[in-house]
């Protein structure tokens, strides 16, 4: 491509416009609230803690990351300043293996990367510390090193950087593991290392990692779970703020005069179940397939021959579903907790039974008609004589 045609691509205003929209990141309710519920727990977590992010797919995970992210970065600006060397946090993303199985090596060297560590192709080995006779230490290449060696260079990086937070986005994938091995030796390496080096954890997934929530006590004890739902059409509250949505990409987004996002919601809602990064990628290539097109704006065959399928919708939609459902807290499952705990209603019917001496007496409800307790007047009333 000539200059004169790349300034010509440059100066094209609707090219422009789908740039713009393309970084545009609309801050709708959900993404607002979870990013605070993010930062509070990011803040307020202990050292070593672990956070578990999870959603369905396309409603918006990694943005939420990124404003995090920004929002770290902003609050250091003075100790970035006077600490070069220090970084806000990490982030990197779980890969998954051409193998089938998730690889920790690979894992490790992303981090290391992310963290501008340097020899990562050449690193010591642990056993050349313990060795007298190697005092000039041995080293070993990338191909070779096993991943405990990775693993302690990524410990030493991360308390010498000191991130606030250590981001993993695609976490779910950490749950793609060889048979024979259990689901909790993966988090645990995760686990080891945010207690090793005092950092705080986030791992950013799909409802695929609902396993990883309850794996032990230990788990329990020391991780949060922060949920990123999509909106409900059960909700009209949640309807009327996906209809705010759509009407604030109508005005970001060029060439949709042609076509009214607000009054088609019921079909923008369908194909893309409510979530929003799935609606602002179909817009994406609708307004690509209309500039393509020749077409002067967005028509409704843009939209449906860019739309996921019925059956790809349908599958997320399933997932989400079966997602929120485990992971609300019903009224079921409380009282399975509060009979484990031993406040269930053997305690209530001890404490009105009277047991012991400091039992106390609850009053039990009358029936409806039911008079009050009184003395009534019994016998005969003399009368007085005039």
Not at 97 to 117: K, Q
Not at 143 to 167: D, H, M, N, T, W
Not at 323 to 338: C, F, K, N, T
Request: hydrophobic residues 40%; positive net charge; contains cysteine.
């Amino acid at each position: 491509m000539s200059a004169h045609t790349t300034t010509e691509a440059s100066q094209d205003p609707v090219a422009e416009q789908l740039r713009h929209f393309q970084n545009v990141t609309i801050a709708h309710p959900r993404l607002v609230a979870v990013k605070d519920r993010l930062m509070n727990a990011i803040e307020g977590a202990a050292p070593g803690s672990l956070i578990l992010v999870l959603g369905p797919a396309g409603v918006g995970k990694t943005t939420l990351r990124l404003k995090v992210e920004q929002s770290l970065t902003q609050g250091m600006l003075s100790t970035l300043e006077s600490n070069p060397g220090r970084l806000p946090f990490v982030s990197v993303e779980a890969v998954a293996s051409v193998t089938g199985n998730f690889s920790w090596r690979d894992h490790f060297t992303r981090v290391l990367r992310e963290m501008n560590e340097p020899l990562v192709e050449s690193k010591l080995r642990i056993d050349s510390f313990r060795a007298e006779r190697d005092w000039r230490g041995q080293f070993t290449s990338g191909p070779r090193a096993a991943g405990l060696e990775l693993q302690y260079a990524v410990e030493q990086a991360l308390r010498y950087r000191s991130p606030v937070a250590v981001f993993i986005d695609e976490a779910q994938h950490l749950a793609r593991i060889a048979s024979g091995r259990k689901l909790s030796d993966q988090l645990d390496v995760i686990k080891s290392i945010a207690n090793r080096t005092q950092t705080v954890h986030v791992l950013v997934g799909t409802y695929e990692l609902l396993p990883f929530r309850n794996l032990s006590g230990q788990l329990s004890r020391r991780s949060v779970d922060i949920h990123f739902p999509r909106y409900a059409a059960e909700s009209r509250e949640d309807l009327q703020v996906f209809k705010n949505v759509l009407l604030t990409f109508h005005d970001q987004l060029p060439l949709l005069d042609g076509f009214d996002l607000v009054s088609g919601w019921d079909f923008m809602y369908e194909r893309s179940a409510g979530c929003v990064g799935i609606l602002k990628e179909w817009l994406m290539r609708a307004a690509v397939a209309a500039i393509k097109s020749g077409q002067g704006s967005i028509l409704r065959k843009h939209l449906e021959n860019t739309a996921l399928s019925i059956g790809q919708c349908e599958k997320i939609v399933t997932e989400a579903r079966e997602g929120e459902m485990r992971l609300a807290d019903g009224v079921q499952s409380r009282s399975r907790l509060r009979s484990l705990l031993g406040l269930g209603a053997n305690l209530l019917e001890r404490t009105q039974g009277g047991e012991g001496e400091n039992a106390t007496s609850i009053p039990k409800k009358r029936r409806a008609g039911q008079r009050h307790p009184k003395r009534d007047t019994v016998g005969r009333m003399q009368t007085a004589c005039a």
